[in-house]
Each structure stands twice: as C-alpha cells, then as structure tokens.
C-alpha cells in the first residue's frame, strides 16, 4: 500500500502559478504510475495529468496541456505538478493518485487504486 500527501494549494490570481507537491509513503515508489486529478463543485472528477511508472511518458488533458508540467522525483518519493498561465476555470480541489506497476486506464479515476485527500486550488479572475 501506498499513502498519498498533497500540498501547494491556495489562493492564486488568473495567470499566475502553483507548484502541487505529492509525497507518497512506502519504498516502491518508482513502480507506481503517478496521476493527478481534479475535482470542482458540481463536477466530476476529471484527469489532468500522468507520469507513467515503466516508460516515463507522461499525458496531459487538453485543456492543461502547455501550461501544466508534471514531474517526479523517486528520490524523494514525490511527484509534483507544476501549474502555469492559471485560469479561472482551474478552479478545482486537486487529488495525487497511485497506481502499482500499472499504465492501464491513466486518464480515468478507475486506473488508479490510492488517492490523496486533495489540496484546493482557487483561482481569482
């Protein structure tokens, strides 16, 4: 099992930036696929981004990709999203997900097994 920790969150105005951090427990941490997903009132949860655990390729959604870069440090058990050129619509409480030696599913919350508490991201206009 794996425990996932988010912060970086608040308060931002349209056009500035955030960096999410998401610190994982446990000592495989380079053998799981690393998402992020975000969730705003009345919405779905939706996919933003992934680091894949065997090739290293990471996706993006359309609307972040440009402004979004995700990374991972399995030094340090981390992964991190930076967030760029933030827009209104960004508005969102952001989740760290895990999946163990698995690429399947990526872009859906089903291809992920653990998940962070989540860290609110608001964006003023």
């Known amino acids: 099992q794996v425990q996932l920790v988010e912060s970086g969150g608040g308060l931002v105005q349209a056009g500035g930036s955030l960096r999410l951090s998401c610190a994982a427990s446990?000592?495989?941490?380079?053998?799981?696929?690393m998402g992020w997903f975000r969730q705003a009132p009345g919405k779905e949860r939706e996919f933003v981004a992934t680091?894949?655990?065997?090739?290293?390729?990471?996706y993006y959604a359309d609307s972040v990709k440009g402004r979004f870069t995700i990374s991972r440090d399995n030094a340090k058990n981390t992964v991190y999203l930076q967030m760029t050129s933030l827009k209104p619509e960004d508005t969102a409480a952001y989740y760290c997900?895990?999946?163990?030696?698995?690429?399947?599913?990526?872009?859906?919350?089903?291809?992920?097994?653990?998940w962070g508490q989540g860290t609110q991201v608001t964006v003023s206009s």
């Open positions: 446990g000592r495989t941490f380079s053998s799981y696929t």
């Open positions: 997900a895990a999946r163990y030696r698995s690429s399947s599913g990526y872009y859906t919350s089903r291809g992920y097994d653990y």
């Open positions: 680091f894949l655990w065997s090739s290293g390729n990471t």
